[in-house]
């Protein structure tokens, strides 16, 4: 049996950690989240890799961040973690807000990762005012309604229309138990602020990129844009989940996640003075939104 353990920093975070061997890998939890989000894959993680989950700062069980507190702080913070774990370089997985991170993480600290895992993610609110102007707007918002009652608002949208009842539920009282202020605001406010679309063609460690088949929070299509910016990246389309693909479809988001680090790790590791030479992965093929799939170029799969 795996044991997880929960870490806190010198920072004042609470990190969830197992695993004692092998590749580091780092999840990051989307706004309205926390690390219990990735219960249904820490565990399994551990088998191969040194796996952790963070409560952002200012989430849950972690002490609240200093005002302000932008994008670069947060993927500060989350590369002190990521070092905490063991010598890089890590896996980094970021679902929603948490890949948004994970993309400044990787854009400011190359050197720490192995490979980037975007789920459901964005290039960030700044790229759309009106995208910018609704983000800042939350933090009242959570002050107006309290946690539980905006959890109760929002939870509901976060999977698809066929989620069971059960699961909606686990999402909601997820998120009343994690947000607060200034936490949340201070990553609305990251996220208002944050267009990536001019940096992702920079980036150089092996890429996957997955959205749920329903995500109707930042949708399919912006994640094929992130795909077609990031060089040589995978993208995989997860059937039947919306925009929280690894909670609404645990096990399919697993196996697709561990394929593509087993993928990973089997490369050439990278050189002491930075990351390895990027090699673009094989054609493959992903899933579809009608359940077929397709060929697509630099795609990758779990077949």
């Excluded at 208002?192 to 930042?218: F, I, K, Q, S, Y």
Aim: hydrophobic share 40%; no cysteine.
């Amino acid at each position: 049996m795996t044991t997880t353990r929960t870490v806190t920093t010198g920072t004042g975070l609470r990190v969830d950690t197992a695993g004692e061997h092998g590749t580091p890998v780092l999840l990051l939890h989307g706004i309205g989240s926390a690390a219990a989000s990735f219960a249904g894959q820490l565990p399994a993680l551990a088998r191969h890799h040194r796996a952790a989950a963070w409560d952002a700062p200012g989430y849950a069980r972690s002490d609240d961040p200093p005002t302000p507190y932008r994008m670069d702080d947060f993927a500060d913070a989350a590369a002190a973690v990521l070092t905490g774990l063991g010598p890089p370089p890590a896996h980094v997985v970021g679902v929603s807000w948490g890949g948004v991170v994970a993309t400044r993480l990787a854009l400011r600290h190359p050197h720490l990762l192995r490979s980037l895992v975007l789920v459901g993610s964005t290039r960030g609110s700044g790229r759309d005012p009106a995208a910018a102007r609704a983000m800042l707007e939350r933090g009242g918002e959570l002050a107006a309604l309290g946690a539980r009652e905006f959890a109760r608002t929002r939870a509901p949208r976060l999977l698809s229309d066929r989620a069971p009842a059960s699961a909606v539920g686990a999402v909601r009282d997820l998120m009343a138990r994690s947000v607060r202020l200034p936490g949340y605001a201070e990553a609305a406010a990251s996220m208002a602020e944050t267009d990536h679309t001019g940096a992702l063609p920079t980036l150089r460690m092996p890429t996957l990129v997955l959205v749920g088949e329903h995500d109707r929070v930042t949708g399919v299509a912006e994640s094929e844009h992130i795909h077609r910016l990031v060089p040589g990246s995978a993208f995989a389309v997860i059937p039947g989940a919306g925009h929280l693909a690894n909670q609404e479809r645990p096990d399919l988001f697993l196996r697709l996640l561990e394929g593509f680090l087993a993928d990973v790790d089997a490369r050439p590791g990278p050189a002491a003075d930075g990351p390895a030479p990027r090699e673009d992965p094989p054609p493959g093929r992903a899933a579809t939104a009608d359940g077929a799939t397709r060929d697509k170029e630099r795609t990758w799969t779990s077949d």
